[in-house]
T-cell receptor, first 115, second 114 residues
Framework: AQSVTQLDSQVPVFEEAPVELRCNYSSSVSVYLFWYVQYPNQGLQLLLKYLSGSTLVESINGFEAEFNKSQTSFHLRKPSVHISDTAEYFCAVSDRVGGTYKYIFGTGTRLKVLA | DGGITQSPKYLFRKEGQNVTLSCEQNLNHDAMYWYRQDPGQGLRLIYYSQIVNDFQKGDIAEGYSVSREKKESFPLTVTSAQKNPTAFYLC?????????????FGPGTRLTVL
């Protein structure tokens, strides 16, 4: 079965500094990868996804992630963070089990942007 | 506006009581899911449903029950058999479980057992 590891539970970073949130998944023939963001006491919102094609995917608010099959990673990056990026970020993988795609989530990384 | 609604936002329950959490979607999605979120543990799948009148247990189904009588609705009942029900509950939907689509999440219900 698939598993997802987010090694960093918390990442503090100063405003306008770059950030990388790490995500590794266990190997599989085909993987579909997602990053979600959660603001306090809210549901999750999709940030970006990799289904196929270009290994570099981007979101509308400046985040990007790169699918690296050899390292089984899907790290999330942003070159310059804002205070408003403070939130919890979840990496997820969709894996086919029988005829069904199920979603496995990492334990989350809490990003705190400092002024 | 299309989306997923969950109610109530906050719910308090006495030990030994059953409670039902509501989840409604108007996205015309076939698949719906219930997750439980605890600090530091990410999201854990309780139940999911691919079509009306059909649902499957997830990883932590014990002490919970669901129904799927309508495409739009997927209520979750937390029974008295659930040993530690205090948590944040999230409902989600997606176009179908036959393809790897992203999930859309509701705003969540925070359940506290007194």
């Amino acid at each position: 079965a698939q598993s997802v590891t987010q090694l960093d539970s918390q990442v503090p970073v100063f405003e306008e500094a770059p950030v990388e949130l790490r995500c590794n998944y266990s190997s599989s023939v085909s993987v579909y990868l997602f990053w979600y963001v959660q603001y306090p006491n809210q549901g999750l919102q999709l940030l970006l996804k990799y289904l196929s094609g270009s290994t570099l995917v981007e979101s509308i608010n400046g985040f990007e992630a790169e699918f690296n099959k050899s390292q089984t990673s899907f790290h999330l990056r942003k070159p310059s963070v804002h205070i408003s990026d403070t939130a919890e970020y979840f990496c997820a993988v969709s894996d086919r089990v029988g005829g069904t795609y199920k979603y496995i989530f990492g334990t989350g990384t809490r990003l705190k942007v400092l002024a | 506006d299309g989306g997923i609604t969950q109610s109530p936002k906050y719910l308090f329950r006495k030990e030994g009581q059953n409670v039902t959490l509501s989840c409604e979607q108007n996205l015309n999605h076939d698949a719906m899911y219930w997750y439980r979120q605890d600090p530091g543990q990410g999201l854990r799948l309780i139940y999911y449903s691919q079509i009306v009148n059909d649902f499957q247990k997830g990883d932590i189904a014990e002490g919970y029950s669901v129904s799927r009588e309508k495409k739009e609705s997927f209520p979750l009942t937390v029974t008295s058999a659930q040993k530690n029900p205090t948590a944040f509950y999230l409902c989600a939907s997606s176009m179908g479980t036959g393809v790897p689509n992203e999930q859309f999440f509701g705003p969540g219900t925070r359940l506290t057992v007194l």
